[in-house]
């Protein structure tokens, strides 16, 4: 770690792993700080487009990891978090005192065992998955959970200043499990807020009126403000596909099952995001989850449009 003058953050050496939809921005974020930041991802290109901001392009994540203090994974889902930590040498390539900052939405149970692996080998792991998407991540203001060490998250204060606001939520696979409630309030808001949409629209109002009347009222949301918008414009090039929208759905019903906690809100949206991704939406936005609802209503003879 290179030292700071008067006043200055010390300048981290850091691996990010994904560079994709949100590891670029949060990439570019922290050299923007300052911050050292070699970068890797399956596709190259996604990594060589960080060149131009001060990035350093790895072949392999193994390399981007060896000599840094730091590694940063978003990747997609657990299977690739696992593939690149433990099967693609990351692990193995890292000095006893680095610390794992693992920004992928994964399971809790996956997330722990990542922890107890790492901590064998004197890794120390935090999992921090993110909210706030692709524009939280360019403005850096994420709301990131943290599960783990409470020192070692203080002690990354620095790192997370410079992607948004991080919340220590409990011990390891804590962070996992604030990320799946995340992700249960958005799509059950998502699904609200589309319903809402189809049911002014077939009384005669106007979607974008509508929505333009409940800002600020006791129906605001970031979901209405940002989705509710993508809906009025019919604009539903992804920031958050609706097949990883799916995926941690999923993973909340996993989590439920294991807890015997009936979820009858998030089961329902769950279903109908499965519906959707299975008739080929699964690589559009999540707000996309209207399109799916008005074709199910115009199947029954409905008003959706």
Known sequence: MSQAGPGQSPTRRIAFLGTGLMGAPMARRLLAAGHQVT?????????????????????????????????????????AVETVLFDGGVAQALARGVVVVDSSSISPPVAKDHSTRLASLGIAHIDAPVSGGVVGAQAGTLAIMAGGDADVIEGLADVFAALGRVTHVGPSGAGQICKLANQQIVAVTIGAVAEAMMLVEAGGASREKFREAIRGGFAESRILELHGARMVNRDFVPGGP?????????????????????????EQVRREFSDFVAGGGGDTDHSALLLHLEAMNAAKGGEGK
């Not at 001060?54 to 990747?75: Q, S």
């Not at 995926?247 to 809100?265: N, R, T």
């Open 242 to 266: 609706s097949k990883f929208q799916l995926k941690d759905l999923d993973a909340v019903k996993a989590m439920a099952d294991l807890f015997s906690l009936d979820l009858p809100l998030t």
């Open 39 to 79: 970068v890797w991802n399956r596709d190259v290109s996604k990594a060589q487009a960080l060149v131009p901001d001060g990035a350093v392009v790895a072949d392999t994540a193994a390399a981007a990891a060896k000599g840094r203090d730091i590694v940063i994974t978003m990747l997609s889902d657990g299977k």
